[in-house]
């Protein structure tokens, strides 16, 4: 049972516009999620969090809103540029337990 | 400079034969995981530990093994009762109090794959 959904497996976006990536849960235990980047052949990057306690957190050119109601997160990348072009990853953690859940995650493509 | 080491890049296999996967950290980090990434799925959990000396199966533990012996180390064995070992392997650390500003922090990855 896949308790993080990405259902979108890939997303093309053309550079400098708003890139979306959108991510469910079901577990209503989660309270922190966060967003990872990955590049082929290495490691996944941490992007940004967010606890339940909020709606939204900013960092730079990238947002995340959490909509606890519809059990739903998304990132904004806000101008996208050809660097951010990676599989992004959502994730989620219960408590203050370390374990993360993730996602099947997005390939985001940003062209020129 | 700080960060999680996973060795080899690389790795091959013969059927029936064990393998060991190192991963070291230098960030102090008390908690460290093994997850594993095939086509198209999300990662993994194969085997986590909190503390040395302790840890706890993930969600898909079997047919391997781990050790956490010192602090810094956290081993995994592929053993020959995996079916299916060919993956990316990825090795995290992280605190063990879970606050927002500090997350699992991520190796290079190990590539295993069978003869």
């Known amino acids: 049972d896949q308790q993080v959904k990405q259902n979108s497996p890939s997303l093309s976006v053309q550079e400098g516009r708003i890139s979306i990536l959108n991510c469910d849960y079901t577990n209503s235990m989660f309270d922190y999620f966060l967003w990872y980047k990955k590049y082929p052949a290495e490691g996944p990057t941490f992007l940004i969090s967010?606890?339940?306690?909020?709606d939204k957190n900013e960092d730079g050119r990238f947002t995340v809103f959490l909509n606890k109601s519809a059990k739903h997160l998304s990132l904004h990348i806000v101008p996208s540029q050809p660097g951010d072009s990676a599989v992004y990853f959502c994730?989620?953690?219960?408590?203050?337990?370390?374990?993360?859940?993730f996602g099947t995650g997005t390939r985001l493509q940003v062209t020129l | 400079d700080g960060g999680i080491t996973q060795s080899p890049k690389y790795l091959f296999r013969k059927e029936g034969q064990n393998v060991t996967l190192s991963c070291e950290q230098n960030l102090n980090h008390d908690a460290m995981y093994w997850y594993r990434q095939d086509p198209g799925q999300g990662l993994r959990l194969i085997y986590y530990?909190?503390?040395?000396?302790?840890?706890q199966k993930g969600d898909i533990a079997e047919g391997y093994s781990v050790s956490r012996e010192k602090k810094e180390s956290f081993p995994l064995t592929v053993t020959s009762a995996q079916k299916n070992p060919t993956a990316f392997y990825l090795c995290a650390s992280s605190t063990v109090q879970f606050f927002s500003n500090q997350p699992q922090h991520f190796g290079d990855g190990t590539r295993l794959s069978i003869l």
């Open positions: 967010i606890s339940s306690i909020k």
């Open positions: 994730a989620a953690a219960t408590g203050t337990a370390s374990k993360l859940t």
């Open positions: 530990s909190q503390i040395v000396n302790d840890f």
